[in-house]
């Protein structure tokens, strides 16, 4: 069950740059914005490739009772439709920052990294990256979500 917890859990984050990136793709104006988030989703999908090598190596370790399979993968299916969604054209930037938002404060985004836990110092140092970066990408979309309304209410 780990090695299934570990690999949606790297499944999610390419599902979420790909909804990034395709952001990006739609929405010009924001391409830097949408573009930076996709790259560090992505990073964050090869630092879980890299950490899943060495789970239950007895450096790593995986509690797999903080996070549930099946909420996981109805996240995925739902970041799969949105990003179809955004590629068809039928949502607009407010929408995609909204759904940008509830996916950086959802209980797997930014609190996944906590299944985890180890003892060397490097691995330490990469959940806090992690971590650091989650708490970030919620600041940058809201902050983002608050301007696009604000504007959106000028127009």
Request: proline share 1%; net charge neutral; charged share 30%.
């Amino acid at each position: 069950m780990s090695i299934e917890l570990v690999n949606l859990l790297i499944q999610y984050e390419k599902t979420i740059a790909r909804f990034y990136s395709v952001c990006a793709k739609k929405f010009p104006e924001e391409v830097k914005f949408w573009s930076k988030l996709s790259e560090e989703e992505e990073k964050h999908a090869l630092i879980l490739e890299k950490v899943n090598e060495k789970v239950d190596n007895s450096n790593i370790f995986l509690n797999d009772t903080r996070l549930k399979i099946q909420p996981l993968r109805k996240s995925i299916e739902y970041a799969e439709e949105v990003t179809l969604k955004v590629e068809r054209g039928e949502l607009n930037l407010l929408s995609a920052l909204s759904i940008a938002d509830a996916i950086e404060t959802s209980i797997i985004e930014s609190a996944y990294y906590k299944i985890f836990e180890g003892k060397s110092i490097k691995f330490s140092n990469f959940l806090e990256q992690v971590q650091n970066e989650s708490v970030a990408h919620r600041s940058k979309v809201r902050e983002k979500l608050i301007s696009v309304r604000r504007e959106s209410n000028l127009s």
